[in-house]
T-cell receptor
Framework: AQSVTQLGSHVSVSEGALVLLRCNYS??????LFWYVQYPNQGLQLLLK??????LVKGINGFEAEFKKSETSFHLTKPSAHMSDAAEYFC????????????FGTGTSLTVIP | GAGVSQSPSNKVTEKGKDVELRCDPI?????LYWYRQSLGQGLEFLIY????????KSGLPSDRFSAERTGGSVSTLTIQRTQQEDSAVYLC??????????????FGDGTRLSIL
């Protein structure tokens, strides 16, 4: 069975500092990987995804993530945090050609300190 | 609208009552998912519809929960004899993927359900 682990349920960074949100997965085959952001009282919005090809993927709002097969990781980064980045972030994984379940991590709440 | 629409946005009901939550997916999306998000928790998969195939109900927590999808579009999640532990945000998502799962899910804003 697949699983997703997000280390750190709460992360605080200063405005302008590097954002690093960790995601590790377990999968028997190379998975498809996603990062979503959730603002208060809203649903989840896709930040970026990895399916095949280049392992460094760029998303919206200046975020990027790198798929590292050897580390079974898909960490999310942003060079410089903005106040507007404060939100809940979820990592998700699914296996190619399974067509059904997406597995989500428990989320990381990002606080940006002015 | 172009996005996934869920109604109602908020629902407060008494323990023991039945509730129905509605999801209008993005037009043309064949895949539809229901999730439950409890306070401070991640997303708990409930049920998945793909086209005309039999739904994947493996995530439904009890037989009080059921869902249907009429005409391959609108879906209704029904909770019978609600309990206080059913209080959560129920999220619906749709996707255009047809089994290759490389398409992301598009989420509605959720229904916040509170059981008194």
């Amino acid at each position: 069975a697949q699983s997703v682990t997000q280390l750190g349920s709460h992360v605080s960074v200063s405005e302008g500092a590097l954002v690093l949100l960790r995601c590790n997965y377990s999968s028997s085959v190379p998975p498809y990987l996603f990062w979503y952001v959730q603002y208060p009282n809203q649903g989840l919005q896709l930040l970026l995804k990895y399916t095949t090809g280049a392992t460094l993927v760029k998303g919206i709002n200046g975020f990027e993530a790198e798929f590292k097969k050897s580390e079974t990781s898909f960490h999310l980064t942003k060079p410089s945090a903005h106040m507007s980045d404060a939100a809940e972030y979820f990592c998700a994984v699914t296996e190619p050609n399974t067509g059904n379940q997406f597995y989500f991590g428990t989320g990381t709440s990002l606080t940006v300190i002015p | 609208g172009a996005g996934v629409s869920q109604s109602p946005s908020n629902k407060v009901t008494e323990k023991g009552k039945d509730v129905e939550l509605r999801c209008d997916p993005i037009s043309g999306h064949t895949a539809l998912y229901w999730y439950r998000q409890s306070l401070g928790q991640g997303l708990e998969f409930l049920i998945y519809f793909q086209g005309n195939s039999a739904p994947d109900k493996s995530g439904l927590p009890s037989d009080r929960f059921s869902a249907e999808r009429t005409g391959g579009s609108v879906s209704t999640l029904t909770i019978q004899r609600t309990q206080q532990e059913d209080s959560a945000v129920y999220l619906c998502a749709s996707s255009s993927h047809d089994g290759y799962s490389n398409q992301p899910q598009h989420f509605g804003d959720g229904t916040r359900l509170s059981i008194l």
